[in-house]
C-alpha cells in the first residue's frame, strides 16, 4: 500500500514538472512586448496598408511611428513589431492597433486616418484617440464601418465635426465604442437608431456629441442594448429625462454619466431609477429639483450618486426648497460599499451648521471612505469629531463657507490621501501637529483661506506629498524650505502666499519631478536659476513678483511659461530647447532686443504675449506658422516695419494687439479673413490709407481700436456683418470665448512706469493677461480687463484720430448691441443718422471736432443708458433735442455742445427765436479753438471796403469839401517839406 503511494506521488511529480516545462516552452514562444512575435512574420498587403496609414500622418512628434520602416533588417520590416501594432500568434495578421495620443500635454499625431486600414480584414481593436487625426475634412470616416470584426473602437479626442455616420452601425460585433469630443459640438447627431444594430456594445462613451435633436428618443434607443454596462453621455445637450420606459432591458447596466445636460424637471421623473443594477450615477449640473424617488431605496448596489452643481446655473429659493431626502435613503448605500454619495452635500447639510451636522452622523457611517461636500453653502467650523471617521481616504469641503480654525484632530486621520478645503473662511494657524499621522496623505489643498503655514524648515511630512496647493495662504517671508524636501512632489501652488525671499540655491534638485508650479503674485526677487533648464517642468507661473536678470535656458518640455510683471531683462529666450511651447507671456518686465527668428520653432503656441517691454525692429516673418495661435499681443514696445504678414496664417486667433509702437503701411485686404477675432487693437501706430472694406467679413468682432494712426478715406460700408455688435446670437462667437478666457487672468500691470491694479482672479491654473487701454467717455482709461470685455461681452468701435472723411453710414445704427462709438477727432462731414436712437446699448458716444452738420437727431434721446456724450467742435445747429437723460448729461459734462454756434434752446442760453437771430456767444462760440477767428476778419474787411468808398463817394460828388481836402493836402506838403530842409541843414552845418 505504501508502495503504491509511493509510486503514485512519484508520477503525480512526472506529471507537475512535465507541464511546468510545456508551460516554459510556451511562454518562450510568447510574443514579445507590444504583442510582436518572431513567427510567423506579419502579413505583406498588411504592412503595406500600415505604411499607408503611416503617409497620411503628417507630424509626428512623439516618434509614435518611427518604427514602421520599409527597409533595414528583416525583423525590422516585421509589422508584427513596430510599435502599437499586435499580431495574432497563430496566423500573422494584425489584430490591435493601439496609438492612442498623450492628449494636450503629450505628442500627438496628426494628419488624417487613411482608407488603407480596410486591408486589415482581422482588425478587432483600433485606438487612435487623443491625436489630431480630423483630416482636411474634419469628418469622422464612414469607411470605419467597414471594418465588421472590430470589437474596440477608441476614436476619443480627435477633434472631428459634423454627424456621426450610420455606417458605425455596420460594427455588428463592436463592444467599446468611444467617440468623446473635447470640445462641445464638434459633433452632433439627429438619429441614433444605428446603435440598435449593434446589440453586443458594452462601453458607449458620447460625451460632447450634441444630441439636442435627437429629442426623447435617445432613452429607447440606449434601452435596446441589453449588453450595455457604461453609458456616458456628459455634456450632450439632452433636453430631459422624463421619459417612461414599458420594460427595462438595461439589466446589466453599471454606468451612468447624465451630467452637464439641462433636464430641468422633477427628479423623481426620469427613467433611470428603476436600474438596480447601477453603481455609479452622475446626474451633476442637470437642474432637476423635487422630491427623491423612493426607488432610491432600492437601488442597493449604488456607490456613487453624484448631485452636485444641480443649483449651478440657476440657484433660485423655489427649487432649493423642494428639494427634501431623509438620511435613512442612504443606510443601504453605507451597507454595501465603502463610498459615500453626494447627495447629502447637496440637499441635507445646505444652509446648515456642519459643527452641528457631522457628530450625528458618526456610528451610522463610520465605515466613510469618501465625504464630499464642495460646492455648497455649509457654513459652521470643522468639528474636532472629524478625527473619528477613521476609515476616511477623501475629504472634500472645498468651496464653501465653513470658518474657524482647522482642528489638530484632522491629523489622526491616517487613512486620508486626499484632503481638501480650498475657497472658505477659515483662519488660524497650520502646523505640523496638523499631520502628525496622516501617513497616507498625497493630496493637500487649504488654498484661499486665511491660514498660517508655520511649518519649521527641516520637518519631514510622515507622507509622500504630490500635490501641495497653499495659494493664498500666509507662508513668507522665508521661502518655505520644508518644501524641499518633497521631492516627490509634482504639483505645487504656493502663489499669493506673502514670500518675500529669493529662490533657493538648491530649487531646481529639490522640484526636479514638479510638472507645475505657480509662485505668481509674491515678492520672490534674485535671478532665476541657471539650471532650470533641467527641471521637469510643464507649466511655470512666476508672474508679479521682483525678478531680475536674464531668462535662463527653459526646461525642454514646458507648455506654458507666464515671467510677466517682473524685472527681467536682456534678451527674450532661445526657443532651440523649449520647442513645445503654448503660453508664453512675459509682459511687463525689460526685455530688449529683437524677437529672434528662433521663435519660429513654436509650432504649437497659442498664446503670445510680450507687450509692455522694450522691443524693436520687425517681428519674424515666420513667426505664427501655427495655426492654433489664438492670442497675440505685442503692444507697447518700439517693434516696426508694416502690418506683420505672418498674421495671415492665423485663421484662429481671436486676440491680436499691436498698439503702441512704430508700425506703419496699409491695413491689408486679407485682414478680413481673420473670421475669429474678437479684440483687435492697432492703435497709436502709423498705419495710414482706407480701413479694408472686407473688415466687416469679422462677423465675431467684438472690439476694434484703430485710434492714434493717419488712416484715411471713409467709414466701411456693410456694418451690419459686424453680427456680434448687433446681438446677433453666434454660436460659433460664444465658443471662442470660452477658448479665450482659458487663457486670460487679470493681472496688476505696469504701464507707461505706473503700477495698475486691477485685482486678481484667483485660480487654480493662472494663465497670461493683458489690459485695455481705450478712450472712455472722453480720457483716457484702462477698462478692466480683456477677460472683463470678453466675460461681459463689451463691444466697443474706436477710430479717433484719424484722418477719415465723409458721412457716417446710416447702416451703423444696426450696431443695437456697440457699448462704446468714438469717431472723434477726424475730418467727417454731413448729418447724424437720424436712427441713432435705435442703438439702445450705447454707454458712451463720441462725435467731437469733425465737420458733421445739420440738426441733432431727435432719437437720441431715447438712449436711456448713455452716460457720455460729446459733440462739441462741429457745425450743428437748430434746437437740442429735449429729454431727461440729455439734461442729465450736460449737467455732468457742460461743455459737450461747445463750438456749435447754430445751436440753441435748453440746456443752452441762446433761445431759438422764429426770427432766428444769432444766437449770442455766451461762452458757446468756437474761439476757444479759433473757429470764430475767420468771422473776426471778414467783418474787418468789409468795414474797410465800405469806409473807403464812403470817402470817395463824397469827395466825389462835393466840390467845396475836395477844394478844401486839396489844400489841405498842400499845406501838409509845404509844412513838411520846410521841416525836412531845416533838419537837413542844420545837420550839414553841425557836421562842418
Not at 629 to 636: D, G, P, T, Y
Request: glycine share 8%; with cysteine.
Amino acid at each position: 500500500m505504501h508502495c503504491l503511494a509511493a509510486t503514485m506521488l512519484v508520477l503525480l511529480c512526472c506529471c507537475c514538472l512535465f507541464l511546468a516545462t510545456q508551460q516554459q516552452q510556451q511562454q518562450q514562444l510568447q510574443p514579445a512586448a507590444g504583442g510582436n512575435r518572431e513567427s510567423p512574420s506579419c502579413i505583406p498587403h498588411e504592412r503595406d496598408a500600415l505604411l499607408a496609414f503611416k503617409d497620411g500622418v503628417t507630424s509626428d512628434l512623439g516618434g509614435v511611428l518611427s518604427s514602421w520602416r520599409r527597409d533595414g533588417r528583416h525583423d525590422e520590416q516585421d509589422c508584427c513589431r513596430w510599435r502599437g501594432v499586435r499580431c495574432s500568434n497563430r496566423t500573422g495578421h494584425v489584430h490591435e492597433l493601439r496609438l492612442g495620443g498623450g492628449g494636450t500635454f503629450q505628442p500627438d499625431l496628426a494628419g488624417q486616418i487613411s482608407p488603407s486600414l480596410l486591408a486589415l480584414d482581422h482588425l478587432e481593436h483600433l485606438d487612435l484617440s487623443r491625436n489630431d487625426l480630423a483630416g482636411p475634412t474634419g469628418r469622422l470616416p464612414e469607411f470605419l464601418g467597414s471594418l465588421k470584426n472590430l470589437k474596440y473602437l477608441d476614436l476619443s479626442g480627435i477633434p472631428f465635426y459634423g454627424g456621426l455616420p450610420p455606417q458605425l452601425g455596420n460594427l455588428s460585433r463592436l463592444q467599446y465604442l468611444d467617440l468623446s469630443n473635447l470640445y462641445y459640438g464638434g459633433m452632433n447627431s439627429t438619429d441614433l437608431s444605428w446603435l440598435t444594430h449593434i446589440p453586443s456594445i458594452q462601453y458607449l462613451n458620447l460625451n460632447r456629441v450634441n444630441l439636442s435633436s435627437t429629442v426623447a428618443d435617445w432613452p429607447r434607443v440606449m434601452n435596446m442594448l441589453p449588453s450595455l454596462r457604461a453609458l456616458h453621455l456628459s455634456f450632450c445637450s439632452l433636453a430631459s429625462a422624463n421619459q417612461s420606459l414599458p420594460h427595462l432591458n438595461l439589466t446589466y447596466l453599471e454606468e451612468l454619466d447624465a451630467s452637464l445636460n439641462s433636464f430641468h424637471h422633477p427628479m423623481v421623473t426620469s427613467w433611470f431609477w428603476n436600474i438596480t443594477s447601477l453603481r455609479f450615477l452622475y446626474l451633476n449640473y442637470t437642474s432637476m429639483y423635487g422630491q427623491f424617488p423612493d426607488a432610491l431605496g432600492d437601488m442597493t448596489s449604488l456607490q456613487v450618486l453624484d448631485l452636485s452643481y444641480l443649483f449651478y446655473y440657476h440657484d433660485d429659493d423655489k427649487n432649493m426648497r423642494s428639494m427634501t431626502m431623509d438620511l435613512k435613503n442612504l443606510c443601504n448605500l453605507e451597507e454595501s460599499t465603502s463610498m459615500f454619495t453626494q447627495q447629502i452635500a447637496r440637499i441635507g447639510p445646505r444652509f446648515k451648521p456642519f459643527n452641528r451636522m457631522l457628530p450625528r452622523w458618526i456610528g451610522q457611517f463610520m465605515s466613510l471612505v469618501i465625504l464630499n461636500f464642495n460646492w455648497n453653502k455649509i457654513t459652521g467650523s470643522l468639528p474636532t469629531s472629524v478625527g473619528q471617521f477613521t476609515g476616511l481616504q477623501i475629504l472634500d469641503l472645498s468651496f464653501n463657507n465653513l470658518n474657524g480654525h482647522v482642528p489638530y484632530e484632522i491629523g489622526k486621520l491616517s487613512n486620508l490621501t486626499y484632503l481638501d478645503l480650498n475657497t472658505n473662511k477659515l483662519d488660524g494657524t497650520i502646523t505640523e501637529e496638523h499631520f502628525a499621522s496622516a501617513r497616507s496623505l498625497q493630496y493637500i489643498d487649504l488654498s484661499y483661506n486665511a491660514l498660517k503655514i508655520e511649518i519649521s524648515s527641516d520637518w519631514q511630512p510622515p507622507s509622500t506629498l504630490k500635490y501641495v496647493s497653499f495659494a493664498s495662504c500666509q507662508m513668507g517671508p522665508l521661502f518655505p524650505g520644508w518644501l524641499q524636501w518633497n521631492v516627490s512632489i509634482t504639483y505645487l501652488d504656493i502663489s499669493s502666499a506673502a514670500i518675500a525671499d529669493r529662490i533657493p540655491q538648491r530649487f531646481s534638485d529639490a522640484f526636479s519631478n514638479v510638472w507645475f508650479m505657480n509662485i505668481s503674485n509674491n515678492q520672490l526677487n534674485g535671478t532665476l536659476p541657471a539650471d532650470m533648464g533641467s527641471m521637469s517642468l510643464l507649466e511655470l507661473y512666476l508672474s508679479s513678483n521682483k525678478l531680475t536678470g536674464q531668462i535662463p535656458t527653459l526646461p525642454p518640455n514646458i507648455h506654458t511659461l507666464d515671467l510677466s510683471n517682473n524685472f527681467l531683462s536682456g534678451p527674450l529666450p532661445s526657443a532651440t530647447r523649449s520647442a513645445k511651447l503654448r503660453q508664453l507671456s512675459l509682459f511687463s518686465n525689460r526685455l530688449t532686443g529683437h524677437i529672434p527668428e528662433s521663435f519660429c520653432k513654436y509650432q504649437q503656441l497659442v498664446v503670445l504675449d510680450l507687450s509692455n517691454n522694450f522691443l524693436e525692429g520687425e517681428p519674424p516673418l515666420c513667426l505664427g506658422v501655427t495655426e492654433y495661435m489664438e492670442f497675440v499681443a505685442l503692444s507697447n514696445n518700439s517693434l516696426s516695419g508694416k502690418f506683420p504678414s505672418f498674421l495671415q496664417k492665423l485663421t484662429n486667433v481671436h486676440f491680436l494687439d499691436l498698439s503702441w509702437n512704430k508700425f506703419s503701411g496699409r491695413l491689408p485686404m486679407w485682414i478680413g479673413s481673420l473670421t475669429s477675432l474678437r479684440v483687435i487693437r492697432l492703435s497709436h501706430n502709423k498705419f495710414f490709407g482706407s480701413i479694408p472694406m472686407n473688415i466687416t467679413n469679422l462677423s465675431c468682432l467684438q472690439y476694434m481700436d484703430l485710434n492714434n494712426n493717419k488712416i484715411s478715406g471713409s467709414l466701411p460700408i456693410y456694418l451690419s456683418n459686424l453680427k456680434f455688435m448687433t446681438n446677433t446670437y453666434m454660436m460659433g462667437c460664444y465658443d471662442r470665448t470660452e477658448i479665450v478666457l482659458s487663457h486670460l487672468n487679470s493681472l496688476s500691470t505696469v504701464w507707461k512706469g505706473h503700477v495698475l491694479s486691477y485685482g486678481t482672479i484667483q485660480r487654480i491654473v493662472e494663465t497670461s493677461m493683458t489690459s485695455i487701454h481705450l478712450s472712455w467717455k472722453g480720457q483716457e482709461l484702462y477698462y478692466g480687463s480683456i477677460q472683463r470685455i470678453v466675460e461681459t461681452g463689451m463691444t466697443s468701435i474706436d477710430l479717433s484720430s484719424n484722418d477719415l472723411t465723409g458721412e457716417i453710414p446710416e447702416e451703423i445704427v444696426a450696431l443695437v448691441g456697440l457699448v462704446n462709438l468714438n469717431l472723434s477727432r477726424n475730418h467727417l462731414t454731413g448729418v447724424i443718422p437720424k436712427k441713432i436712437g435705435e442703438m439702445r446699448s450705447l454707454q458712451s458716444l463720441d462725435l467731437s471736432r469733425n465737420m458733421l452738420s445739420g440738426e441733432i437727431p431727435a432719437s437720441l434721446s431715447n438712449l436711456t443708458f448713455l452716460s457720455y456724450l460729446e459733440l462739441s467742435y462741429n457745425d450743428l445747429t437748430g434746437r437740442i433735442p429735449s429729454g431727461v437723460q440729455l439734461d442729465t448729461l450736460y449737467a455732468g459734462y457742460p461743455s459737450m455742445y461747445i463750438g456749435n454756434i447754430g445751436l440753441c434752446g435748453h440746456p443752452l442760453q441762446n433761445n431759438c427765436s422764429s426770427e432766428r437771430h444769432a444766437p449770442k456767444q455766451g461762452g458757446l462760440g468756437r474761439t476757444e479753438e479759433g473757429s470764430g477767428i475767420p468771422f473776426f476778419y471778414l467783418g474787418l474787411g468789409c468795414g474797410f471796403v465800405v469806409g473807403i468808398w464812403i470817402a470817395f463817394g463824397v469827395l466825389l460828388f462835393k466840390r467845396n469839401w475836395r477844394i478844401a481836402c486839396f489844400r489841405f493836402s498842400d499845406k501838409l506838403y509845404d509844412k513838411v517839406y520846410v521841416l525836412v530842409a531845416t533838419w537837413a541843414r542844420a545837420r550839414q552845418t553841425q557836421t562842418d
